[in-house]
């Protein structure tokens, strides 16, 4: 799909989020699910070509237009995303990936992440609240400081108006002004948490390392692997 960049900003600390219109056609897709994006004349280039993989972190419901969200690096595909302006063209795939919300409503649904594995969770949770879906959800979600955590602002207003369907627990590692949790994921943490774990569906998201050692952690816990879910983010 031919579609071109309409806004860019910075979400959070080495965080930014850039927004494409479709030209002549609609985005359908589930949330969770990903696309690759394609920049068509980049500024700069390296042996890795020009097009990447993102979760999509938008809702379903925005037909016309597809939102991502990434860490900026040093890459020359991040550079180049970061400098291209508003207007500048790209191709987007149809999307793809298995990693959406669960069909079963009766099972709590708990989502872990840290970084930019927040993305696809942040597609499913404003599907949730926009469609008035009846899932229970908690989010467990671990950053360094409150600055680097993106979309911190509508997730604590998530929290406020979902109360009664979602619970959002953030940690952070590194903040020495952070009134909240403070501690690294472990069992201990999510048996703190998450009350009736062996009616829970568990779904991880982020990088291989991470999503590798909660699989672990929750196969310990006694979790049963058909309510493991999970998303590595490659790349890194």
């Known amino acids: 799909m031919k579609a071109s960049i309409t806004d860019k900003k910075e979400i959070a600390k080495g965080t930014l989020l850039v927004e494409f219109e479709l030209y002549g ?3 359908y897709f589930k949330p969770g699910q990903f696309c690759s994006v394609k920049l068509l ?7 890795k070509g020009s097009q990447r993989i993102f979760s999509i972190v938008s809702s379903p419901n925005e037909k016309g237009s597809i939102t991502i969200a990434t860490r900026v690096s ?8 970061a400098e291209l302006s508003a207007g500048s063209e790209v191709e ?3 999307a793809m990936g298995e990693f959406t919300l669960p069909e079963d409503k009766d099972k709590q649904v708990v ?7 927040i993305t696809p969770f942040m597609s499913m949770l404003r599907y949730v609240q926009e469609q008035k879906l009846d899932y229970k959800i908690t989010l467990i979600y671990s950053n360094r400081d409150k600055d680097s955590t993106a979309f911190f602002d509508e997730l604590a207003m ?8 979602f619970r959002l627990v953030m940690t952070m590692t590194d903040d020495g002004e952070w ?18 774990i062996d009616n829970s569906i568990f779904m991880m998201a982020g990088p291989p390392g991470m999503v590798d050692e909660m699989v672990k952690t929750l196969k310990g816990m006694g979790v049963k692997e058909e309510n493991i879910r999970t998303d590595s983010f490659a790349g890194y």
């Open 111 to 117: 989502f872990i992440t840290g970084g930019i594995g």
């Open 92 to 94: 987007i795939s149809d």
């Open 25 to 27: 056609t609609k985005a």
């Open 74 to 81: 040093g890459s020359a595909f991040k550079r180049s995303l």
């Open 179 to 196: 009134q909240g949790e403070k501690q690294r994921i472990d069992a201990k943490f999510i048996k703190d948490y998450v009350k009736g």
């Open 158 to 165: 998530m929290s406020r108006e979902m109360k009664k369907n």
């Open 41 to 47: 004349n980049p500024p700069y280039t390296d042996e």
